[in-house]
DNA sequence: CGTGATCTTGAAGGGGGTCAACTGGAGTGG
DNA sequence: CCACTCCAGTTGACCCCCTTCAAGATCACG
């Protein structure tokens, strides 16, 4: 009965109009201009003479690989990555999916050296921009030096928000959670925060949350049963983004919180 | 038969001599000099003319709430602190346990609201920097300007390496490699890297790694166990590092690491 | 249209959470 | 000084959620 929402429109896959949103279209040559309109800084004084190379990149292509000398750090123009850490042992641990606005490589301004790979799961564009310079432009233009803080303060803070995710919460907490961020970025970048489709599979997903992909499976079956969206494959449609807030707010922990939604409270009266 | 190693000197507080260790006793007003010293900056030049105040912070003293506004960043000169985060369920995750050195309050550059809590687990002291002061000292002072984004950088690279230990991988492991942590920033701090005390109590160890505190107390019998460390209560002794690394590299889903450290054939070899 | 990924679903087993009892040290006040 | 309380830490027992293993179904692509 509810499945006709995704039907119709999923699967002929329209990437076609997710594009520069706020932007000329597609200029013969970048500027910091550009790239600090991008970011949403306010003054960008100066900014006109200083150019700025682009840099597409394919589906399925590394932006930069673990361990490679960082000389550049990236502004997402549009389109979707996986940022991603592998430890000795092989483990690949998924630590985000970036998109719009966000900026890749920060995390290698001081080193020099690149601690994860970032992967293209979709044709995308970004600005390409030297860490040479990134000093004497701070210098130069203080709302530069503005965007570059608060992206790693931005990059700080959802990291934190990742953790305090990955402990003490069942799984399909932990994807509600992932769903309602994810949500919210699509919001961001133009698109419709109800209906998406992810760019990532499974195995992305639940390596992100701290799951087996078997369970993420398991846990989308469990968000649709109880009515919160609707799934197929990647084609997801939010259909009580209020109550998937309420759901994700919910901890394993959580003992007596008086009232709305306990998780597992839930899931038995939806059995 | 291990036991003396650590009863003689254990628990007889020696809380005394972890002071000021690179820098003269105290002097009546501080200034950025001592400030960047600390950070282990290279060129100083202009710093000893800023003012910089000092605070001390008694042991279970906050330093700042978490919703409070942020006024002020702080870098740690001596001390330990338990920074964490609340979600509005009430539970309570622990972030990190900053030391010597380390940074209080980035998280809050661009927000200017404090998204954690940190705590002191002991007499600390910190010097303490106006946020308002900040761009206009990173523009005067480029080797201040390197300091903040090398610690912001420091953070977000600490984060990557907590988000990667909590998924996939076994309790004994990441209290293992909570522990080289620890061990390497005791050093750092000027203490013992063998033999220290645990400013924290099991259940900020658990929060911090995901487990519940009973799990922690079992994961360091574990590790006891297999001769890699001796505890009692606060007081730790690293009797073999190398192994402790060793082991901190296992991952649960490791399957065939040919040879060295899988946790769980170990554990098997010591039952 | 066939081959190999991706995704789903089922069944079984275990790691770790939860509950509970006990110990020991620290602080308090009689 | 000792009884009392409180909290940190440890240990045991039980059980559930999630991982693992396995098989099928569906989709993507040459």
Redesign the pocket.
Same mark, same amino acid.
């Given at each position: 009965m509810l499945h006709s929402q995704l039907k119709n429109t999923a /699967?002929r896959r329209d990437d076609s109009r997710h594009w520069p949103v706020a932007l000329p279209r597609m200029p013969a040559r970048n500027t910091l201009l550009d790239l600090l309109m991008l970011m949403g800084a306010d003054d960008t004084t100066g900014a006109a003479e200083v150019p700025v190379t682009m840099r597409r990149v394919n589906l399925g292509e590394a932006l930069f690989h673990q361990g490679s000398r960082a000389d550049a750090i990236y502004f997402v123009l549009a389109g979707t990555f996986k940022t991603l850490h592998s430890s000795d042992d092989g483990y690949e641990q998924v630590l985000d999916f970036p998109g719009r606005t966000d900026v890749l490589g920060l995390e290698a301004l001081c080193s020099g050296v690149h601690t994860m790979a970032a992967v293209a799961l979709e044709e995308s564009s970004v600005y390409v921009l030297a860490i040479h310079d990134v000093p004497a432009l701070s210098r130069r233009l203080p709302a530069f030096d503005e965007t570059i803080r608060q992206a790693l303060c931005r990059a700080l803070a959802d990291r934190i928000e990742h953790v305090s995710s990955m402990a003490a919460v &069942? &799984? =399909?907490v932990r994807l509600a959670r992932f769903l309602v961020r994810l949500s919210a970025r699509m919001a961001n970048a133009g698109h419709s925060a109800r209906r998406f489709r992810l760019r990532m *599979?499974?195995?992305d997903i639940a390596s992100h949350l @701290?799951? /087996? #992909? =078997?369970? *993420?499976? $398991?846990s989308? @079956?469990v968000l649709a049963k109880l009515g919160l969206l609707e *799934?197929e494959? $990647?084609e997801v449609c939010l259909l009580d983004g209020d109550g998937l807030k309420a759901f994700a707010r919910s901890t $394993?922990?959580s @003992?007596e919180d008086a009232g709305t939604a306990r998780p #597992?409270a839930r899931l038995a009266a939806a059995a």
């Open positions: /699967s &069942a &799984a =399909e *599979v499974r195995r @701290g799951l /087996s #992909h =078997e369970t *993420v499976s $398991r989308f @079956g *799934v494959l $990647r $394993r922990r @003992g #597992h």
